[in-house]
T-cell receptor
């Protein structure tokens, strides 16, 4: 089992470019989350999904879009990247509603110039 | 919105020393979680707390759910070099089954052999 994987691991973009980050999980979890991690600020929730075909906004959703067309995949899109979106992005998944542990992927380091 | 204040921000200790860190909030949380993040990796769950006043251990780690439900503490006894990393507290946010977590800013731990 690979658990939670993220693609790519690193990416450099120019301002205004677009890209999609892929999160894939093989744990059959219903819940998936996208976070960004910035120095001194912990992890902040961007968007999340409680099941296939559903998405919802988190704490810092502006400038990002997401899609959950398949249960195992959660995509995070940046339509027009800005330097403020330079960050490390983590995907996480969770199984049953009553079980609160989130399992994290290894992260994607994104730099926007 | 809900916020968690985690302290200290960083610690530099000698191997063998005990470590204490805490998390406080102005809001009540019904679940507290403690995660550790190794360099270049995603966070991994250390301890989960579900009841006010609960004291839970995991090896050399002990965590407590504050009686007011607005704080939590993590202690590491007899630190070793592999304890190095960033420790995050997280509180389960809101009602329902979204599983949304609010993270503290993190405590960076460095251990000198």
């Amino acid at each position: 089992n690979a658990g939670v994987t993220q693609t790519p691991k690193f990416r450099v973009l120019k301002t205004g470019q677009s890209m999609t980050l892929l999160c894939a999980q093989d744990m059959n979890h219903e819940y998936m989350y996208w976070y960004r991690q910035d120095p001194g600020m912990g992890l902040r929730l961007i968007h999340y999904s409680v099941g296939e075909g559903t998405t919802a906004k988190g704490e810092v959703p502006d400038g990002y879009n997401v899609s959950r067309l398949k249960k195992q995949n959660f995509l995070l899109g940046l339509e027009s990247a800005a330097p403020s979106q330079t960050s490390v992005y983590f995907c996480a998944t969770k199984g049953q509603p009553s079980y609160n542990e989130q399992f994290f992927g290894p992260g994607t380091r994104l730099t926007v110039l | 919105g809900q916020q968690l204040n985690q302290s200290p921000q960083s610690m530099f200790i000698q191997e063998g020393e005990d470590v204490s860190m805490n998390c406080t909030s102005s809001s009540i949380f019904n679940t507290w979680l403690w995660y550790k993040q190794d360099p270049g990796e995603g966070p991994v769950l250390l301890i989960a707390l579900y009841k006010a006043g609960e004291l839970t251990s995991n090896g050399r780690l002990t965590a407590q759910f504050g009686i007011t439900r607005k704080d939590s503490f993590l202690n590491i006894s007899a630190s070793i070099p592999s304890d190095v990393g960033i420790y995050f507290c997280a509180g389960l946010s809101g009602s329902g089954n979204t599983g949304k977590l609010i993270f503290g800013q993190g405590t960076t731990l460095q251990v000198k052999p």
